[in-house]
């Protein structure tokens, strides 16, 4: 099982990144997939996720109207389009997989995570 995240890097604030999230070794069309964001010496938080058939998606406050994650099942992966970054929105960012198709903002309801990719906004 292999959740690969990438995309991340530096961004001036209002600026936009794509992350991406390739999965392999498991039946991806069938999980729930979703983001999750971590600062130092806080709690991961959660932000995007979406269902097996991308039918239904959720987000965080926080990023609500500036995100949006999408999948592609034909390729194995998962999108998340930022847009309008802020400072805040620094972090390592981590995708991670829900054996069941339905969605989850809770960390303890994913099975796979993959390694994170680290995102800076800064000016």
């Known amino acids: 099982v292999q959740l690969q995240a990438s995309g991340g890097g530096s961004v001036q604030p209002g600026g936009s990144l794509r992350l991406s999230c390739a999965a392999s070794?498991?039946?991806?069309?069938?999980?729930?997939i979703a983001w999750f964001r971590q600062t130092p010496g806080k709690e991961r938080e959660f932000v995007a996720t979406i269902s097996w058939k991308g039918g239904s998606t959720d987000y965080a406050d926080s990023v609500k109207g500036r995100f949006t994650i999408s999948r592609d099942n034909t390729k194995n992966t998962v999108y998340l389009q930022m847009n309008s970054l802020k400072p805040e929105d620094t972090a390592v960012y981590y995708c991670a997989a829900r054996s069941w198709g339905s969605t989850s903002t809770g960390s303890d309801a994913y099975d796979y995570w993959g390694q994170g990719t680290q995102v800076t906004v800064s000016s």
């Open positions: 070794g498991f039946s991806f069309d069938d999980c729930a």
